[in-house]
Each structure stands twice: as C-alpha cells, then as structure tokens.
C-alpha cells in the first residue's frame, strides 16, 4: 500500500496537495493516527449507486471527508441500473456499491446472477413510495374515507385500488406497475401492499421469471430515474420508486403518491453497503474504514434533529449525486412528504440514515427479504427457519459493523448507547404492517402461513398455479 497524508474534513485532497508538502504535512500530521489505527490493504476505492436520495451516506461520507479521515480515496460513479451495478460489484470493477437490501441475498443464493456478497452497513430506513398516475387517482377517490376537513385518511389501503383494478379488468384492460429489480425492497413492499388489499401480484418460478402468474396487477422492472416519464407515456398505470421519484411525479403534476413506504413497514430496512465476500476476505481493514465512514455520514445526516439536512439536499441535488431539483429532493428530506398535489404531510421518519439502529444489519431483515422472496416463488422450494438464518448470517454482517462502531467510539466519535453491543441481530417481533401482521425472524415459516395470498409451507408453482407438494 501506498502512504497517504490523511486530510481532515475541512480540505478537499486537491486542496491540500496544492499546499506547500512540508507545510501540509505539519498542518495535518496530527490526524493521521486515526487512520494509523488500521493499516489498510487498499485506499483507492471506487464505489458505486444509483441516483436515489438513499445514496446520501456515501456522499456525505465524501463531501465531509469522512471517507479521507480513514485514509480513503473514494471516487462515487453512478450506474445505468441495478443489474449493472451488481454484476460490476462481482467483476471488481467496483470495489463496493449502494446496493438494495435483497441484492446481496438474492445474489448468495442464487437467483439471477450467482455470487456470494456481503453487507456490514444498512444504509437507510424507509424512504419509498407507491404513486399511480392521476386517472387511476381520479378512478381511487371515491372509495377513499375523507377526515371532517375533507382530506383523504392516510394510510390508503390496497383495497380501493383492488376496486379500480376489478374495473379495468371488466374493461379487458391490463393493469401495469414499475418497480426497480425483481429482488428490490420496491417489489416487495410493492407486492406486500397490493396483496394486503386482496390483489394478487402475481408468482415467479424457476419456467418463468416475469412474476406474473396469476396476476390481478403486472409489475415489470423500470429504472428509477424513468418512472416519472414512463407514467406520463401511459406505460404504466403505477410505482413503485425511492425518492426524489415519487414527488418528481407530484411536482410535474403526472402522478400522486398513495402510501409510503413506511405505513406498509414502519421504519423498514431500504438499502445496503455491499461488497463481494472475496473483496471483503481480502480488505478486512479496509472494510471497516469504510463501514466507519458510513457510520459517521449516518450521524451526520440524523444529528440534532435533522439539522443538517437542508445541507444534505444541496448535496444530493448536485448533478454527479442525484442530480434532482433541490426542492424535489427537499420534500422528502426535510421531513415532509406531499401526497395529492398541495396536500403536504408531516413524516418525519420517512428518511432515516441513523436513528432507530438504522445502519446495523440486523439477521431479521435479512430473513423477512428471504420471507418475502418465498412467498413469490423466486424461493421455489419450501425450507426450513434454519436455511433461513443460516443464509442471513452468511450474507449480513453486525460482527464487522460492530468492531467499525467501537473503533468509532473508543476514538471519540460516537457514543457506545447508539449501538446495539450485545445483540443477538435480531429485531423483536413487530406487528407494524399495513395489515399487522406479526413478523418474528426466527419463525418465517409460522409468518408465511398467515397470509392469505403467497406460497406457505410445501406450496410451489407449477406452470400457472400453485399447487401442495
């Protein structure tokens, strides 16, 4: 490895390289025993994302210079989509990516491109929505209930949609949504909702992948960055999308958000750090200057009550980030999110990138994903809850994260009540769901049955039903 003076946050790495040498090196040579701390395998990284407003940590980590503080160099490259994103992970043209949370499990087992991938840093909680274009909207509202000042109730159910959809149906009308990949925490959440309302999403099987076996609604992969304009073409009569996606279709008056994804799963697991077992084997040290990074960049984002968001969005709305109006990003960083055109709601959490253990990877997420991938198909077979926490512990990592945490606290960083030292990476059972169903991670099996639409038990698909073995 190559020594590199480590710059404080305050100077970009070009800046103080245009210092006189000797003088940068007396100027800053005090903090580079941090970084001293780690000797690390390699400090030229080039990492990647997709242009979401979830991708915040690694730019913060950058602008910030917490990335530099380790004594890293990190070059932030967006991608075309999610497929190319994970396939340059596995090649190693990049050293780690933005990832979505079922990327790196679906990846480990096998579905789609096969590869083990590792995640020791859960990037965010929450932050996507489901929108419909405005005549689905306009078909929607009658079944809406209205509070005392006329407003429509929020959380909308699935269960006025299942209605228009019956419509279209009647018309010999398909009914098309958007969501981003097939393992994306889009379809799920997508799927969940639709299904919570008595509308089937459809199967996958190992015969056919379109995951549209005996759907009430067809959902295929769109880009993020297309949805808006993919809605307005009339492609799709619905999405689901992160943000700025969601208030981009508000803002352009072609769409309105229903539900977020909070009210389907209260502070939900979003996105994830990922980066090849191999990659990881190989940079023990490295890795945990990263996942230190990203810890400080989660910090940052959530301190004092979401002070530095305002800050954030600027950020973000840079064209080599998101490169999104400010004011897009804005309505759902800030605190708020708009539904119907001026009908704008305080939602507080619907952005979290610390608070609440946001950035701990716990085993639970990973097996609900695994839950969800069941319930659809694309997990053809029935298996046991212990296939199920074996593959979560071989693919999410609280151990890496947590040594990166107490690196952080033992140096001042953080403090230790932020983490959760001493779990045993499972989340208590919770019941806040749109429909409220009980989710326990060490009983995915117990969860699966109680749902009235999905594959439970020795169910599979075969052909366009769903038979018991």
């Known amino acids: 490895m190559t020594s590199k003076t480590v710059f404080p946050m305050t100077f970009s790495r070009r800046a103080a390289l245009g210092l006189g040498l000797a003088a940068a090196m007396t100027a800053l040579a005090p903090l580079a025993a941090d970084a001293a701390a780690l000797k690390l395998e390699k400090d030229e990284l080039k990492l990647g ?34 497929k190319v994103l994970l396939d340059r992970v596995i090649s190693g043209e990049l050293d780690g990516a933005h990832m979505l949370a079922g990327q790196p499990l679906g990846a480990t087992i096998g579905y789609g491109t096969k590869a083990h991938v590792v995640t020791a840093f859960s990037m965010d909680l929450n932050g996507n929505g489901i929108t419909v274009s405005n005549d689905v909207w306009e078909a929607m509202k009658p079944f809406l209930a209205k509070d005392k000042d006329g407003k429509v109730v929020h959380p909308i159910k699935a269960d006025a949609l299942k209605k228009v959809i019956d419509q279209y149906r009647a018309a ?107 990659w990881a084997s190989k940079n023990p040290n490295t890795h945990l200057a990263v996942v230190k990074a990203l810890i400080r960049a989660g910090q940052w984002l959530d301190e004092n009550n979401n002070a530095n968001r305002a800050e954030a969005v600027k950020i973000l709305a840079k064209p080599e980030y998101v490169g999104a109006d400010a004011k897009v990003i804005a309505n759902s960083m800030t605190g708020t999110f708009e539904y119907e055109k001026g009908d704008k709601r305080d939602v507080p959490d619907f952005n979290v990138f610390f608070r609440y253990n946001a950035t701990y990877p716990y085993y639970s997420d990973a097996v609900w994903y695994l839950s969800q991938m069941r319930r659809w198909g694309q997990i053809a077979e029935a298996k046991p809850d212990a296939w199920f926490a074996d593959t979560a512990k071989s693919v999410y ?30 989340r208590a059972p919770t019941n806040e769901f749109i429909d409220a169903i009980t989710f326990d991670g060490k009983k995915p099996n117990d969860y699966l049955k109680n749902f009235a639409i999905g594959l439970k038990g020795a169910q599979s698909v075969v052909g366009n039903k769903v038979i018991a073995k």
């Open 172 to 278: 010999g009308k398909p009914f098309n949504m958007g969501m981003v990949f097939p393992v994306s925490t889009h379809n799920y959440e997508l799927r969940y909702w639709l299904a919570s309302g008595g509308i089937n999403p459809g199967y996958y099987s190992p015969d056919n992948v379109s995951g549209q076996i005996g759907a009430d609604a067809l959902l295929s992969v769109t880009p993020p960055p297309q949805m808006p304009s993919t809605l307005e073409a009339g492609t799709i009569n619905g999405y689901c999308v992160g943000e700025p996606w969601n208030q981009a279709a508000v803002f352009k008056g072609i769409g309105v958000p229903v539900i977020t994804d909070y009210e389907i799963w209260k502070n939900n697991p979003e996105k994830v750090f990922g980066v090849t077992a191999d």
């Open 397 to 426: 990592r609280p151990d890496i994260y947590l040594s990166a945490a107490k690196m952080l606290v033992d140096e001042g960083k953080a403090k230790a009540a932020d983490f959760p030292f001493g779990s045993d990476g499972y």
């Open 49 to 82: 994302f997709i242009k979401l407003t979830d991708m915040a940590p690694l730019a913060i980590a950058k602008e910030k210079g917490f990335f530099e503080d380790e004594g890293l160099y990190v070059t932030l490259e967006p991608q075309a989509n999610w």
